[in-house]
């Protein structure tokens, strides 16, 4: 008689009527491919703005160079600073399926608003309208655009962080096949990403600079509704996260830290005999943040059960404390990724950009050369660079996850170095042409001396962005992955802020006509470039001192 077959079930998860979910009709690739097509158009639609955002700011709405350079940098840190929100609603409240479906609709309708801002002058351009008409009807303009704009930051700030953990949790960790699966997902994630914004920003900025800032808008609107259809589709295959009957998990780090704090002036004697008694020196990192373990004891001596924390709710704690020094020291990354969009692209305009004749290629579309050496790189990491360096470390993803970042962030200090050659060369060329006080004109010298950086920033992003993401989803507890994700955003965001404030800092010290000078053939970008590189070099030392000491939270992925 044949024995019958046994559908296996995966832990944790349900199906989209909360029955028990089965391996074999769920999640994997059939289910990432949705998630991922569906991020595909949101970063279509979120560099459809942002990479050509200071051209729009300098062009229709006037703003100067440096101004212009703080608000894109102020809007992009509020952007990946937002998904910390995000990810605590849809961890605590809704759950990342309906935080994606309600973001995708804020989302939607904030790139609604954005196209009728953008088309707001072409209703005003009547012969019979009067000065003051056509200052309020820009004033209306401006304040449309700034709320449309922050409207898509929020719709972003819930869709980011959730989208990318629900499309990690359809693999499950647990089984050897899908947990090779999972640390190759974040690979072709961030390879479908970049292959969107590729494509953003060599055909949106043609259409923004030549044709209409309103269709430049309206096309990732209509991407955002086809995204949000493509993602209604996958529903039935999706596996859905099981929220346990335990505490919040907010709560439960929380009240550790509290709990150490009320303990502050234990004795240590009485923190190593409650440790013997829990038996917890076995633990290889109890003896980091030694100051936790005070989370053991109870103050009043009553060790009743919810009295006290646990061992496992003081290493949760621990955890999550040892992510701070890697953020902290990503922040020097982060600050160079800013520039991509800002003064790599303000560089690109003033440079011959012909690429035969009669065509130029828009600045802003210098970006995508960096999109399209992670598109080349990533196969090639995935399928050369991890079998081979797995064969000699034994490690599933061919380098550990701390590895991986420091040789990006190694990658975007020459990076910067590069840059300020360069600059230091279009700023020569400038003075041997007679053309300093001529910014209008185009230098004679070709925007292909600039590919370099770019192609390099892409690379860097290979490992450190990946990187980030993979570990920061990794690392927190396993309730806690949204906001994990949130946390690698978050140092996009401060890395953002931290740009436009000494670019704010610098402007004042060297006043307009210094290193932001409107005028890009009197400022000293290169001086700016050259300090990045000396703090990246900076952040990178500090980085690898607290990377060696690092303890992973899980033994699978050291």
């Known amino acids: 008689m044949d024995t019958p077959l046994v559908l296996e079930t995966v832990d944790g998860a349900v199906d989209y009527k909360g029955q028990p979910v089965l391996r074999s009709h769920s999640g994997g690739w059939r289910s990432a491919y949705f998630i991922i097509g569906v991020e595909v158009a949101e970063r279509f639609a979120y560099y459809g703005i942002s990479s050509n955002l200071i051209t729009y700011l300098t062009g229709p709405l006037g703003q100067s160079t440096a101004t212009a350079a703080e608000n894109v940098n102020a809007w992009s840190g509020t952007a990946s600073l937002l998904p910390l929100l995000g990810a605590f609603v849809a961890d605590s409240f809704l759950g990342r399926y309906r935080t994606i479906l309600i973001a995708s609709l804020i989302y939607i309708l904030g790139l609604g608003l954005l196209t009728l801002s953008a088309m707001l ?15 309020s009807s820009h004033q209306l303009q401006v304040i449309l655009f700034f709320f449309s704009l922050y409207l898509v930051a929020v719709g972003q700030g819930g869709h980011q962080p959730c989208v990318q953990a629900f ?16 640390s190759s997902f974040f690979n072709w994630w961030y390879f479908g990403v970049s292959g969107g914004a590729s494509v953003t920003v060599f055909v949106l900025s043609y259409i923004q600079d030549n044709v209409s800032w309103g269709l430049g808008f309206g096309i990732p609107c209509i991407l955002m509704v086809v995204a949000l259809g493509v993602f209604l589709l996958g529903t039935r295959t999706y596996r859905y996260s099981v929220k346990g009957d335990e505490k919040s998990p907010f709560l439960r780090i929380g009240r550790v830290f509290v709990a150490a704090v009320k303990n502050w002036w234990t004795t240590p004697l009485a923190i190593d005999i409650e440790e013997e008694d829990q038996a917890t020196l076995w633990h290889h990192s109890s003896k980091q943040f030694k100051f936790l373990n005070k989370a053991l004891l109870s103050p009043d001596g009553l060790k009743e059960e919810g009295n006290i924390c646990t061992e496992s709710e003081v290493e949760e704690a621990k955890a999550v404390l040892r992510l701070v020094p890697i953020w902290v020291t990503s922040l020097g990354y982060a600050v160079v990724f800013a520039q991509i969009s800002t003064f790599f692209t303000k560089q690109g305009a003033t440079m011959d950009r012909t690429i035969f004749p009669g065509f130029n290629i828009p600045a802003a579309a210098l970006q995508f050369f960096t999109g399209l050496s992670i598109i080349l790189f990533i196969p090639i990491y995935d399928r050369i660079f991890v079998p081979v360096a797995r064969a000699f470390t034994s490690n599933h993803s061919g380098i550990t996850m701390l590895q991986r970042i420091g040789i990006g962030m190694l990658l975007s200090a020459i990076c910067m170095v590069v840059a300020a050659l ?29 590919v370099p950086q770019y192609v390099l920033a892409g690379i860097a992003d290979v490992f450190t962005m990946v990187g980030l993401q993979e570990f920061f989803y990794d690392q927190v507890p396993i309730q806690l992955r949204s906001v994990g994700l949130a946390l690698y955003l978050s140092i996009i965001g401060v890395g953002s802020f931290i740009s436009s404030f000494l670019v704010t800092v610098i402007e004042e010290a060297t006043g307009r006509d210094g290193w932001f000078a409107d005028n890009l053939n009197r400022a000293h970008l290169d001086y700016f470039y050259w300090l990045l590189a000396g703090l990246s070099a ?21």
């Open 121 to 135: 002058p072409s209703l005003s351009t009547s012969d019979y309208v009067d000065t003051n008409m056509l200052h």
């Open 167 to 182: 499309g990690a949790d359809q693999f499950d960790g647990l089984d050897p096949e899908e947990c090779k699966a999972k």
């Open 422 to 450: 360069v600059e230091m060369k279009r700023l020569k060329t400038a003075q041997e042409f007679g053309l300093v006080d001529m910014p209008d004109v185009t230098i004679p010298m070709s925007v292909w001396w600039l």
């Open 538 to 558: 900076v952040a990178l030392a500090a980085y690898l001192y607290f990377a060696k000491s690092y303890i992973y939270n899980r033994r699978n992925t050291t």
